[in-house]
């Protein structure tokens, strides 16, 4: 299986602030590399596929880049509805992995 | 707009069985793969099981394996997740998502979950 790993687990940013989380693949992936945005309680949102595609109607300051095996997910201008855990996720191969997600707070 | 509804789920005993239901609504249901993703209570996502467009292909994580089984019904626009011997590390919440069918596409969208509890 391939394993996802993404850091830091958690960080702590401010309102207004640009953010960058890391999702490294235990293989080369190509850029079968989605991101998912994920409330308390709440269904996982897609956000990224591709490595760098926007989902329709997620805003823009999200973006994502990367091929191989390091991603990154850069949210810029942070609002408090972007306070949430990030997951990144391969689809190269089945089994389809997650990251072990990156929880974004408040500071 | 593209609605996945799960239900099905609750307590059960280790051992027994269980049927999860997804219906879908909004798009055109036999065109696209369906999966299954769980979330243990205060754990990260992890895939379950996938089911092609057309039924023909069906992909499981080694831990379910023989014990699951993934079914769609295009008449009822309805993806299923059959749960047999369950065990207590199948504790969690459920969710069924689309797989969208253009070049590169992942999971689009999710229905909201349904929780399954295994515990005597």
């Known amino acids: 299986d391939i394993q996802m790993t993404q850091s830091p687990p958690s960080l702590s940013a401010s309102v207004g602030d640009r953010v960058t989380l890391t999702c490294r693949a235990s293989?080369?992936?190509?850029?079968?590399l989605a991101w998912f945005q994920q409330k308390p309680g709440k269904a996982p949102k897609s956000l990224i596929y591709?490595?760098?595609s926007l989902q329709s109607g997620v805003p823009s300051k999200f973006s994502g880049s990367g091929s191989g095996t390091d991603f990154t997910l850069t949210i810029n201008s942070l609002q408090p509805e972007d306070f949430a855990t990030y997951y990144c996720?391969?689809?190269?191969?089945?089994?389809?992995?997650f990251g072990g997600g990156t929880k974004v707070e408040i500071k | 707009q593209v609605q996945l509804v799960e239900s099905g789920g609750g307590v059960v005993q280790p051992g027994r069985s269980l049927r999860l239901s997804c219906a879908a609504s909004?798009?055109?249901?036999?065109?696209?793969?369906m999966h299954w993703v769980r979330q243990a209570p205060g754990k990260g996502l992890e895939w379950v099981a996938v089911?092609?467009?057309?039924?023909?292909?069906?992909y499981y994580r080694d831990t379910v394996e023989g014990r699951f089984t993934i079914s769609r019904d295009s008449s009822k626009n309805t993806v299923y997740l059959q749960m047999n011997s369950l065990r207590p590390e199948d504790t969690a919440v459920y969710y069924c998502?689309?797989?969208?069918?253009?070049?590169?596409?992942?999971?689009?969208?999710w229905g909201q979950g349904t929780l399954i509890t295994v515990s005597s």
């Open positions: 996720q391969q689809y190269v191969d089945y089994p389809l992995t």
């Open positions: 293989q080369a992936i190509s850029n079968y």
């Open positions: 591709a490595a760098s």
């Open positions: 909004g798009f055109t249901f036999n065109s696209y793969p």
């Open positions: 089911i092609s467009f057309d039924g023909s292909n069906k």
């Open positions: 998502a689309r797989e969208g069918n253009t070049a590169m596409a992942t999971l689009d969208y």
